[in-house]
């Protein structure tokens, strides 16, 4: 039995016995003062019956006549009057008759009362002896009323009691259902911290999980902390902290193998020309300080369009990736007042900050696109200071030709049907967690990835309408096969209140395949729109689907400021991952980010995984999926 129902038992006992008690006594008091009432009058009317019957003559006659009038008045059961030897001179008697009360009360308050004796006298010798008992209906009916009456009030005051009663059992139920919800938190790895209530007990059990779930969360921001200090030893520069040589490379490389909106944009080249001259004539810790300057540039311009990613390539030279931007031309005017600011800034050198850039599509070779960058970047470097120029890439045919052109064919498309292409995600036995289901669109007779057609789609604000589509195309494939699915929400669809609300109707319509429902985001919009964030998991929590981040890696130390939302997984980016069973230093990265997922209850599956050496490895990591290129249903672990 439940705290709060033994609270509520004791008290409804207590209010019974209260209740119980003092009507007993009550009715017990009343019964009493009664029958001491009843029994004075009859002793009162007895005597003074007696001595007007002392001052008649004796005649049998009169006698009878005033017996039968006293008796008449109809306030007597019996009026008797014996003879010095016991014999009955004159006997009246009456029947009880209470209507208005009922038996069961009657026969259980019986009143004992002696009746009234008074002597008669004939002169100086006894005439007889008058018995008297008073009629006993009125005192039933008064103790009836006055019993009603005292359990009216009783009940008044119970019902009072009762109500002041749930007041404090709800003032002692509201922390305690606090702590409830706390320890359940704890148990499935949601470390919270809760108000302290102002019952001593209650607040010493809550400052105890308070601090265990604080040290709990400081040892996870630590060592997350740890973590990311760790691969940013491994993947990014000393001197300017932006991604090394190896590290963007293996980025660019992955960026333009997905199939996702990241498969297309723009790919730029900047140089710090004569670096040992500068290097010479502002010293080492200057030149560096410009170098961490530039890149820092070079990062605000990849956040303003995006998760932009800046690599230092060696030297003075930087590239720039910015996944989802299709216009070099935009991209390099913008870029090239950022480095005019800071050519001025700069009075003891004069700096030369070529640039160039490229548009990227999926499928263009890494080799081929830096080679074109290379030699375009050396004809800017040719033509002065701040020149940027475009580098021409591989020939392509453009589906449509105008924003009007791409905007129609693109709702058609999603009119009529959205196609999910189909990507394992195995567990650690090789069994089936989910399917990867990107989004595939018929242009022109052909259905396209997302590579293709999602910086249109997100141009022209169509993100929501396509990830509704995504949603409706998951739900009716769960319903016809029951196989998990995993689909992606955009960034703008999660800052829509509007999507959220129908993505929630759409759910509620489906409940029983929601739970089959895997939906992720990029760790990016994540953290950066944690609001947002938080308001999406509340809306999707009741329905049972799986909530997760994907490209997890450049922000992990921050993951514990998302371990009270539910989050059911994570997936560690693939530059994380490529090569990892020749890395120990990506192995060690993995493994304590999997024991840190673990330690708040969230599931590590990795991204991008090329052989089966690899998958064994993460496996023994301690990884919980895997997922990419060499992962096939069928395959099994050799």
């Given at each position: 039995m439940s705290l709060i129902k033994q609270i509520w038992l004791t008290i409804l006992v207590l209010l019974l016995l209260a209740f119980g008690g003092s009507l007993f006594i009550g009715v017990s008091s009343s019964r009493h003062y009664i029958e001491q009432e009843v029994e004075i009058k009859n002793t009162d009317n007895a005597n003074a019956l007696a001595l007007s019957m002392t001052q008649l003559d004796k005649d049998p006659v009169n006698m009878s006549l005033l017996l039968a009038a006293q008796f008449d008045t109809g306030h007597y059961r019996l009026i008797e009057l014996r003879s010095p030897e016991g014999e009955i001179i004159e006997r009246r008697e009456a029947e009880t008759h209470i209507d208005d009360v009922p038996a069961w009360f009657v026969n259980l308050v019986r009143f004992?009362?002696?009746?009234?004796?008074?002597?008669?006298?004939?002169g100086w010798r006894q005439y007889g002896t008058l018995h008297l008992q008073s009629q006993h209906s009125f005192a039933y009916r008064s103790l009836w009323r006055s019993t009603l009456e005292l359990a009216g009030w009783f009940a008044v005051a119970g019902l009072l009691s009762l109500a002041l009663a749930a007041w404090i059992v709800r003032t002692i139920k509201r922390p305690l259902s606090a702590v409830v919800e706390q320890a359940r938190d704890i148990g499935v790895r949601r470390f919270t911290v809760s108000d302290e209530p102002r019952t001593l007990e209650l607040r010493e059990v809550v400052q105890a999980m308070n601090q265990l779930s604080t040290s709990v969360r400081d040892m996870l921001a630590n060592?997350?902390?740890?973590?990311?200090?760790?691969?940013?030893?491994?993947?990014?520069?000393?001197?300017?902290?932006?991604l090394n040589r190896d590290a963007f490379m293996g980025q660019l490389r992955i960026t333009l193998e997905r199939g996702d909106q990241r498969a297309s944009g723009t790919l730029a080249l900047?140089?710090?020309s004569r670096l040992g001259e500068v290097s010479a004539t502002l010293g080492h810790h200057q030149t560096n300080a410009l170098l961490k300057a530039l890149a820092g540039q070079l990062e605000v311009l990849g956040d303003n369009h995006g998760d932009g990613v800046v690599g230092r390539l060696g030297g003075g030279d930087f590239a720039v990736l910015v996944p989802g931007h299709v216009e070099p031309a935009a991209l390099a005017d913008e870029l090239a007042a950022m480095l005019a600011t800071l050519k001025a800034s700069e009075t003891h050198v004069s700096l030369g900050l070529p640039s160039a850039f490229i548009a990227y599509s999926q499928g263009d070779r890494v080799g081929a696109l830096m080679s074109s960058l290379d030699g375009t970047l050396a004809a800017a470097e040719e033509q002065g200071d701040l020149v940027s120029l475009i580098a021409e890439g591989s020939a392509r045919l453009a589906l449509f030709n105008t924003h009007a052109e791409w905007r129609t064919a693109?709702?058609?498309a999603m009119q009529t049907g959205v196609y999910l292409g189909h990507f394992p995600v195995l567990d650690r036995e090789h069994h089936l967690l989910h399917l990867e289901c990107p989004s595939r669109l018929r242009l022109k007779n052909e259905w396209r990835p997302a590579g293709v057609f999602m910086p249109w789609i997100s141009r022209l604000e169509l993100n929501?309408?396509?990830d509704m589509a995504v949603a409706r195309a998951s739900l009716k494939e769960i319903a016809r096969h029951g196989k998990p699915l995993g689909i992606n929400l955009s960034a703008s669809s999660v800052r829509s209140a509007r999507f959220v609300l129908d993505f929630r109707a759409l759910l509620e319509s489906q409940r029983e395949l929601a739970n089959q429902l895997w939906v992720e985001l990029p760790e990016?919009?994540?953290?950066h729109?944690?609001?947002n964030f938080r308001s999406l998991c509340r809306e999707l929590q009741p329905f049972g689907c799986k909530l997760g981040l994907e490209h997890v890696g450049r922000e992990f130390r921050r993951i514990s400021d998302l371990q009270d939302l539910g989050l059911a997984y994570l997936k560690f980016d693939a530059s994380l991952v490529k090569g990892v069973d020749n890395s120990p230093e990506q192995q060690t990265i993995l493994r304590g980010m999997a024991t840190l997922s673990h330690s708040v209850g969230i599931l590590a599956i990795a991204e991008g995984v090329d052989t089966l050496k690899e998958r064994e490895v993460l496996v023994e990591l301690g990884l919980d999926g895997v997922t990419?290129?060499?992962?096939?249903?069928h395959d099994r672990p050799g």
């Open positions: 004992d009362v002696a009746p009234g004796q008074a002597v008669i006298q004939d060592e997350s902390e740890r973590l990311d200090q760790l691969r940013r030893r491994l993947q990014h520069d000393a001197v300017t902290g932006v900047v140089r710090l693109l709702q058609e929501e309408e396509l990016s919009v994540a953290l729109d944690l609001e990419g290129p060499g992962i096939r249903q």
